[in-house]
C-alpha cells in the first residue's frame, strides 16, 4: 500500500489538469492559443524561459531515475545478463517464456490474487462498520482516530519483525492462546503452508484496516447530515438509513480504497520478504510476485531475468488499473446526470 | 469542521466497547515490542507472552549507546530531509508550471508524471540499481536520495496542481499590476499560499522516505551507511537468537515514526481526507 497513489483515481481521468477554471483561460501574460499572436515575442521567449527553469529540474531527475530505468527494465528484459557490462546474450522472449512456464511463479501470482481479495473481503467489512461506529461526535473521536492509525504509520519493516517474533511456534501469540485455555489453537503461524498465507492476512489487515477507516470516515463526513435527518423524520431505522443512503453515498470513498488496496496488494514485498525471507516464502505459500523477482533476478544475478518479472508485474499492475477505472471508476466521474455510461 | 461549536456528548459505551477492542487489538502488538525489550531471553523463552520481571534496561541501553543505531538514523534523517526538501521543492515548480501557464504539451507533461504513479520502486529497481552503479554512487546517499525524489513527484505533482489551480487568478492580475513578474509572482505570492499543501506533502514524502526499505536495500551495502529500516533488519537477523534486544532495537526505531506521527496527526488525516474529497 503507498500513499503514492493517493490521488490516482482522480488522476487517470486527467480531467484534473483542464478541471475548473474561471472566466475563461486567458492569462496575465499571454496564451499560446494557436490563433492568438497577441503575445509580443519576447514575452513569449520569456514564458518558455520561465517553463524550462521551473519545471527542468524536476523533469530531469524524474525521466532519469524513473522514467529511464522504466524502459531499461523492458530493454534488459530481452537479454540474459549477469548485471555488470554491456548486456549481449539476447534471448527475446525468452525469459518472458520461462516466467510463465515456472510453477514458483503461477504461484506468486496465485498468492498475489490471493491477497487482493482477501484483503478486500476482510478489511471492508469491518472498516466499514467502524467507520460508522466512530462517525458520531462523541467524546474521544480524535484519540480513537489517531490511535487506529498508528499500525499504517510503522514501517513495515517493523511490523513484519515485530509481528515476526510474535508469530514463531514458540512466541507470545501461541503463549497467549495456551494462558487463556485455547491451547489447542496453537499452530505453526508461519512455517505451515496452510496457515502461512493467513497470517500473513492476519498482518496485513491489522496494518491496514486503520487506513481504511480513516479514508471511510473521511468520506462519512463529507455526506450531508440533512439528507440521514431528513430520513429519521421519515421514520427510516439507523441501519436503514446507514443501507440506503449513506452507503451508497459513500460509494466513490469505497471504490478509491479499493483501489489503493488492490495496488499496494500486487506490490507487497517488504513484509513478505522480512518475515519469510528470500527462500521460506516459496515453501510457506507466502511469495508475491515481488519476492520472486528479487529471488531470481538480483540474489541470483539473473538481472535479465528479474527485468522480464518486473515488467510483467508492470503490465499486470497496468491492465488491472486501466479495467478498473474503465469500469468501476467511470460511474464517480461522470456524474449523475450524463448518461448512463454502459 | 473542528469549529462547529457543537457540546461533544460521550457515545454509547457499546461503541466505546468496540473502539476499545479495536485500539486494544492495533496497540497490542505494538505494546508487546516495546515492553519484551524490557526483559531479557531467559524470560521471553520461558514466558513469551509475559510481562517482564524484573525489568531489565540493558538491551535498551545497549541500543541507545551502539554507535550504529545512531548512525543509521542519522543517515535516515539525512536521506529523508533530503528528499523531501528535494521533492517538495521540485514539485512545487513544476505545479505551477502545470496549474498556472498554458501551453502545448501541459498536458503531456502531466501525463508524464501522472504514469509515475504506474511504476512502483519494484519494477524499476533492476534497472536503476544498474543505472546508481553507473553513475558511481553505489553504496551512498545520494544514489538513494535522487530516485526517491524522482518517485516522491507524481504522488506531490497530484497533490499540488489542483491546489495551485485554486489560487484565484485575480491574486495573479492583481500581482502582474503592480508590475510583479510570472516569477515574483510565484516566489513572494504563491509559496506562501501553497504551505498547506506543501505540508501535506512534504509529510507524505518524509514517511515514505522514512520507512523505505527496497531501494536503500539494493544500493547500500555498508552497515555504517544504512538508513533505519535497513539497520532493524540487518540487527535482526544478527542477533536473531536474542531476541530481546532485537525488540528494543525494533521498539526504539519505531519511536521517531510515532513522535513525527503526532506532531503532524492532522496533517496527515487531514491530506488524506483532501485526496479523498479529489
Known amino acids: ?342 | 469542521m473542528r469549529g462547529t461549536r457543537e457540546r461533544q456528548k460521550w457515545g454509547s459505551p457499546a461503541t466505546y466497547f468496540i473502539a476499545f477492542v479495536f485500539i486494544a487489538l492495533c496497540l497490542g502488538p505494538v505494546l508487546y515490542i516495546v515492553i519484551g525489550g524490557f526483559r531479557d531471553n531467559s524470560q521471553i523463552t520461558a514466558s513469551p507472552a509475559g510481562f517482564p520481571s524484573p525489568w531489565r534496561l540493558d538491551n535498551y541501553l545497549n541500543v541507545l549507546t551502539s554507535p550504529t543505531f545512531w548512525q543509521q538514523i542519522g543517515n535516515s534523517t539525512i536521506v529523508a530531509l533530503t528528499t523531501t526538501i528535494g521533492v517538495v521543492v521540485l514539485g512545487l515548480m513544476v505545479s505551477f508550471v502545470l496549474a498556472r501557464y498554458k501551453f502545448t504539451g501541459r498536458g503531456a507533461m502531466y501525463s508524464l508524471f501522472a504514469a509515475g504513479l504506474m511504476f512502483p520502486m519494484t519494477v524499476a529497481i533492476t534497472p536503476l540499481y544498474i543505472l546508481i552503479k553507473d553513475l558511481g554512487l553505489m553504496n551512498s546517499l545520494a544514489g538513494v536520495i535522487l530516485p526517491q525524489i524522482g518517485f516522491g513527484l507524481p504522488v506531490t505533482i497530484i497533490i499540488l496542481v489542483p491546489f495551485l489551480k485554486a489560487i484565484p487568478d485575480e491574486i495573479e492580475e492583481a500581482a502582474s499590476i503592480d508590475g510583479a513578474s510570472r516569477l515574483g509572482f510565484f516566489f513572494r505570492m504563491v509559496v506562501p499560499l501553497s504551505v498547506p499543501g506543501v505540508v501535506t506533502t512534504g509529510i507524505l514524502a518524509f514517511v515514505a522516505s522514512w520507512n523505505s526499505y527496497l531501494l536503500p536495500l539494493f544500493i547500500l551495502s555498508d552497515q555504517s551507511m544504512y538508513t533505519l529500516p535497513l539497520g532493524v533488519q540487518a540487527f535482526a537477523s544478527q542477533y536473531s537468537v536474542n531476541t530481546a534486544s532485537v525488540l528494543a532495537f525494533t521498539s526504539l526505531s519505531m519511536i521517531p515514526a510515532l513522535i513525527f506521527f503526532t506532531l503532524f496527526e492532522r496533517r496527515i488525516v487531514g491530506g488524506l481526507t483532501g485526496a479523498v474529497k479529489g
Open chain 1, 1 to 342: 500500500m503507498s500513499e503514492k497513489s493517493a490521488g490516482a483515481a482522480s488522476v487517470l481521468d486527467e480531467k484534473t489538469l483542464t478541471g475548473t477554471r474561471k472566466v475563461g483561460d486567458i492569462a496575465p501574460n499571454g496564451a499560446s492559443s494557436p490563433t492568438g499572436r497577441r503575445p509580443r515575442r519576447g514575452a513569449d521567449w520569456r514564458k518558455r524561459l520561465e517553463i524550462t527553469v521551473l519545471s527542468g529540474p524536476a523533469i530531469v531527475v524524474f525521466v532519469s531515475f524513473v522514467i529511464f530505468p522504466v524502459v531499461l527494465a523492458a530493454y534488459y528484459g530481452f537479454f540474459r545478463w549477469k548485471g555488470y557490462g554491456p548486456a549481449t546474450d539476447f534471448v527475446g522472449l525468452g525469459n518472458y517464456a520461462i516466467i510463465f512456464a515456472d510453477s514458483a511463479f503461477r504461484e506468486a501470482l496465485l498468492h498475489n490474487g490471493i491477497i487482493i481479495v482477501l484483503s478486500l473481503v476482510i478489511q471492508f467489512p469491518i472498516a466499514i462498520v467502524l467507520a460508522l461506529l466512530l462517525n458520531q461526535k462523541i467524546r474521544g473521536r480524535s484519540v480513537i482516530r489517531v490511535l487506529i492509525f498508528v499500525p499504517y504509520i510503522i514501517s513495515e519493516v517493523i511490523v513484519g519483525i515485530g509481528w515476526g517474533l510474535m508469530l514463531q511456534t514458540n512466541g507470545a501469540v501461541n503463549d497467549l492462546l495456551e494462558s487463556v485455555g485455547l491451547g489447542a489453537f496453537r499452530a505453526d503461524w508461519l512455517s505451515d503452508p496452510k496457515i502461512a498465507i493467513w497470517s500473513l492476512m492476519l498482518i496485513i489487515s491489522w496494518k491496514y484496516i486503520g487506513f481504511a477507516v480513516i479514508l471511510f470516515l473521511a468520506g462519512l463526513q463529507s455526506i450531508p447530515e440533512e439528507l440521514s435527518e431528513a430520513a429519521a423524520i421519515d421514520g427510516a431505522s439507523y441501519w436503514q438509513i446507514q443501507r440506503n443512503i449513506t452507503l451508497p453515498l459513500l460509494g466513490p470513498t469505497v471504490r478509491i480504497w479499493a483501489f489503493l488496496s488492490i495496488i499496494g496488494s500486487l506490490q507487497l514485498f517488504d513484509l513478505v520478504f522480512i518475515i519469510w525471507g528470500q527462500y521460506i516464502a516459496s515453501t510457506a505459500g507466502t511469495s508475491t510476485m515481488a519476492t520472486y523477482m528479487v529471488a531470481n533476478g538480483r540474489t541470483s544475478g539473473n538481472f535479465g531475468y528479474g527485468s522480464a518479472v518486473a515488467v510483467v508485474m508492470f503490465l499486470i499492475s497496468l491492465v488491472i488499473a486501466l479495467t478498473y477505472q474503465r469500469y468501476v471508476l467511470r460511474r464517480d466521474t461522470a456524474g449523475a446526470l450524463t448518461e448512463r455510461q454502459k
